[in-house]
């Protein structure tokens, strides 16, 4: 039997946009409820935290200088940011027939940050001004209604009525899970069909040690490859310097193995460059974004990176202006990154104001 909820606002999902806008809608005193399908908070913000081990960014890691709002925002939640370690030099393994190289990295390059203590600290520190009775995890929205004024929503366990919905879905994703009633027109769902979600192809890896052996004045574990399985890998370890890995990217192609032949090739790659002492790992992990049903689901058409990321149509409101988009995607600034996130939090947060 499916739970009947009434809210002023439902927001969909849990990630960084869904709760930048609970917590300002908070600040403001206004109710939100938050449904979110997976059974953790965070959606593309993921970090695995081992005893004795730096916390393992599986998904948002990076912040760039130009992203002023989201860094912002993150110091009015007293929220550290520290410098990514690259060195000054870097291996490049560039084809078969040339052996692996040491490259010296530019110097000046425009600096780019981690959060202390992971990037789930964001995470964390937005879910605090969450009353548990306002989040409703592990419950999949199928469907959104207009009805008599209301919207009416169909989650897998519950029906909510709600004044305006709040749809954060990468704008794809909601394109083939979330039915609407009256349909949305063609225009919108032709641009949602054809939005590119960002990074949800990739795999990210990431492996902790006791000892950071592959370190020096110089190296600090850059890697680039033209070959693969493993195409990036940087330093990651913790701010303090006391807890150590490396983390990075195998080239999407390789979605197509199994786990186990996937970590065969990237420690007989990796450790061709970084010796043996690379098998000592304390902690192994990996993750195929796109078999994360709750981020990609597969595009019926070839979308280039970024693909209608930012696109006007969904700064507009339908089913009698009560449905609303945000989420990175939506945003026409820095769109797919979490600044792009928390920016289209702000955005419709301003909307619900006016
Ligand atoms: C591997 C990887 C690396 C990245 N690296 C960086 C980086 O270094 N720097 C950077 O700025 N950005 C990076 N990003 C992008 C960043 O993660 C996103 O911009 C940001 O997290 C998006 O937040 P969001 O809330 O808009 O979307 P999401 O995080 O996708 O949140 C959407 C939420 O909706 C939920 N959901 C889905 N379907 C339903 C449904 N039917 N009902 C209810 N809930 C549903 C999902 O579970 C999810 O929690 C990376 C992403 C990935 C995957």
Redesign the pocket.
Known sequence: MQTFRKTPYLI?????????LHYLLQKQGIESTI????SR?????YTIQYPNSPPM????????EP?KQ?IQFLKSLNIELFDQNYGELAILEQNRFLSAQKIHLPPNREKIYRIKGGTATLIQRLAKSLNPTNLLLD????SISLEKNKLVVH?DKSIFEAEKVIS???PS??DK??EVFPRLGSDIRSIMENTH????E?I?ISLSFSKPFWKSNTFQGTFFSHLGPVVELYDHSDADHRQFALMG?IHESFHTYSAEDRKQLVLKQLSNHFGTHLYNYTHYEE?V?RKQS??HSAYINYLSPHQNNGHGIFDLAYLDKKLLF????TSSI?P??????VA?AHKVFKALLS
């Open positions: 969909i999902g849990g990630g960084l946009t869904g709760l930048s449904v979110e399908a997976r908070l965070g959606g593309r913000i960014e599986m998904g948002a890691t990076w912040i760039m992203h989201l419950e999949k929205v199928k989650s954060t879905l990468p994703l909601f899970q979330i979600t960002w990074m949800a990739s990210k990217f993750l974004w709750n981020t945000a989420g990175a995607e820095s797919g990154y979490m600044q792009g996130a289209s």
